[in-house]
């Protein structure tokens, strides 16, 4: 099985959800605000993305072999404009645009919004049912504000990095946009509560939205337990300073299958299966505190049990005994896995460049208004006009901006 055997699924523009007759106007950049986004898209909401002249969203710039696999990811089911805000009558644009909006994105360092003339004090005077999310670093406010906010900063000063790596190494930093994914979820969920103020109240408000204390929320009870032992916990690689055994293990034709025995009969049940039904009643092994003291231990006991059989074998004893375990994949495993192409978690979908294209679906799932694919992620400043005769502007002052470069649309659509 290839990634060929992804469902194919059609764009319907027509489709709706939740969120229609939702605007999003999106001034955000790079990762944090499209996933925010890209949400409320997913589930209906009309998403404008508003982008700089000449090359659009960041975003669009992390490419693979030429092509902007993120931006095709992260872009999907919204509507680009290209607006020069910063030139003559650009402010007025923006401003027209707003006050059609139900809800604005931005991830400008703070502060620059107001110097805009349009911070938050502003825009509650003259769209007071403007729900404003501002995506930034470390907060609009506090001494770290003024810093530039990229989530790899935050996620170090978060706490997470310190956690991450193996026992007695360095530091690991995350491969993926974790704190802009943490962050843009935790966006939606705060503009969907957002919304419904609103419905009660009739004003909108300000969300400020900072990536570092997304990222610091992963950490959980760390503070609590730093008052009560006085250390940070230390790094443990595939361990878990609360639990076990919890790790990754090697099986004999060199895949890994990872464990987890978070609660108790998880464990009783794993050492059964194992053929140490002793460890059950060893005082060194019987709790879960117990283990974690002697947690190389445990991971040796296990580990030689699995080191000793195959991937396969290993999966269909532990799926006969109800054992809490999985084999450790790759995208290229993903891809080749019965229950992720079942479950349609990738779709395959029409694209211009490369004729067609995985895409994770909408998510989550809702039984009764689930989300849509309705458009492909847009070309810089592809609905321009449309968006701008929405906003009730003439067609000679369309053509106008365009001539003067205020607007910006891709050749085909000037034709």
């Not at 974790?178 to 962050?183: E, R, S, T, W, Y």
């Not at 570092?212 to 250390?231: C, H």
């Not at 989550?364 to 689930?370: G, I, N």
Request: glycine share 10%; with cysteine.
């Amino acid at each position: 099985m290839t990634a060929q055997h992804w469902h194919r699924k059609s764009f319907d523009e027509s489709a709706t959800g939740p969120m229609s007759g939702v605007r999003v106007l999106d001034l955000s950049r790079l990762v944090a605000g499209n996933m925010c986004s890209l949400q409320l898209a997913d589930f209906g909401a009309d998403v404008v993305k508003v982008e700089p002249q000449p090359l659009g969203d960041p975003l669009r710039a992390w490419k693979l072999k030429g092509e902007s696999t993120f931006w095709k990811t992260y872009g999907r089911n919204k509507r680009s404009i290209a607006l020069d805000f910063r030139a003559d009558g650009g402010l007025a644009v923006l401003e027209r645009l707003m006050s059609q909006a139900d809800i604005m994105i931005e991830s400008f360092r703070p502060g620059t919004l107001e110097k805009m003339g349009l911070g938050p004090a502003v825009l509650a005077e003259r769209f007071p049912e403007l729900i404003l999310l501002r995506v930034s670093g470390f907060g609009q406010t506090g001494p770290y504000a003024p810093r530039p906010g990229f989530g790899t900063l935050v996620e170090g000063m978060s706490g997470f990095a310190h956690r991450n790596g193996e026992e007695g190494g360095d530091p690991l930093l995350p491969p993926l946009a974790l704190a802009d994914m943490i962050a843009g979820l935790y966006g939606s969920n705060a503009l969907l509560m957002a919304l419904r103020s609103r419905e009660q109240t009739g004003l909108g408000q300000v969300v400020d939205l900072s990536l570092l204390e997304a990222m610091v929320s992963v950490l959980g009870p760390e503070p609590l337990d730093y008052r009560m032992t006085g250390l940070p916990k230390p790094r443990v690689g595939n361990g878990s300073n609360t639990s076990s055994p919890r790790n990754v293990y090697r099986s004999s034709d060199g895949h890994f299958i990872a464990v987890s025995a978070s609660v108790q009969n998880a464990a009783t049940r794993l050492f059964n299966t194992i053929g140490r039904p002793d460890m059950n009643s060893d005082p060194r092994f019987a709790t879960n505190e117990a283990r974690i003291k002697r947690r190389e231990e445990v991971d040796r006991i296990v580990g030689e049990w699995i080191g000793a059989r195959s991937r396969d074998e290993l999966m269909e004893v532990f799926e006969r005994e109800g054992i809490t375990a999985a084999p450790l994949y790759s995208v290229e495993d993903i891809v080749e896995d019965r229950h992720f192409v079942d479950r349609e978690v990738f779709v395959e979908v029409p694209d211009t460049d490369l004729g067609s294209i995985p895409t994770h679906a909408p998510l989550p799932r809702l039984s009764a208004t689930p989300g849509r694919l309705r458009r492909p992620a847009p070309s810089v400043g592809q609905h321009g006009r449309d968006i701008l005769a929405e906003a009730g502007f003439a067609l000679e002052e369309i053509d106008a901006m365009i001539c003067s470069g205020l607007i910006a649309v891709p050749e085909e659509a000037e034709a």
